[in-house]
């Protein structure tokens, strides 16, 4: 997997977040990069990422169900006590600790996990890059569940957005069919974790 990929999907996420309106740096300073690295073992696909994306504090909501966060730069250091052996904790995911391979040879096809809170890592993406381009597809094509009533039947809001091409197609459709469209691209994406994004 190129380091070309990787890029891409930060790309296009950047994208993605200004048109949600969510908050982030372009990058996090070197020198603040050096530091962690000195005291951890910080993956070198996580420090590329925050090389030209520092989350900041933006909490990333799904579908209404899934909250995915990842740390800034600075705020690194003070999660990595909940790691476990091997993995590196870069962010949250429902509130339990997300975490990166750290002993992956390939940074680039090293897995992310989540740890549960029996001790288990369940896998939510084979890659990092693969996470970035799950999270993308997961707040583009369910920023308009909040439309659908709770017998899953379209609302004719305002709220949705006329440069998004499937929310637009989303007028004529229930909620089914959205969940149905989402998990087709996810199960693109990365058939082995694609059941860990899709909603109740």
Sequence with gaps: MSHEILLEEIADLKVLLDHEGYDYQDGAEEDVLDSVART??????????????????????????????????????????????????????????????????????????????DGDARCIASSFPQFLKMVRTGLDMLSGLSAFDEDGEGSFDEAYDDVNDFEEGAFARDRDDVLGDYRDELEAIDPDCAEAWLPA
């Design 40 to 117: 951890f073992r910080l993956p070198g696909v996580y420090r590329a990422f925050l090389g030209q994306l520092n989350p900041g504090d933006s909490v990333w909501r799904i579908g209404g169900q899934i909250a995915v966060q990842l740390h800034s730069a600075d705020a690194l250091p003070e999660f990595q006590a909940d790691a476990e052996p091997g993995y590196f904790v870069i962010g949250s995911f429902n509130d339990q600790p997300l975490v990166l391979e750290s002993a992956s040879d390939d940074a680039l096809s090293a897995a992310v996990f989540v740890l549960e809170p």
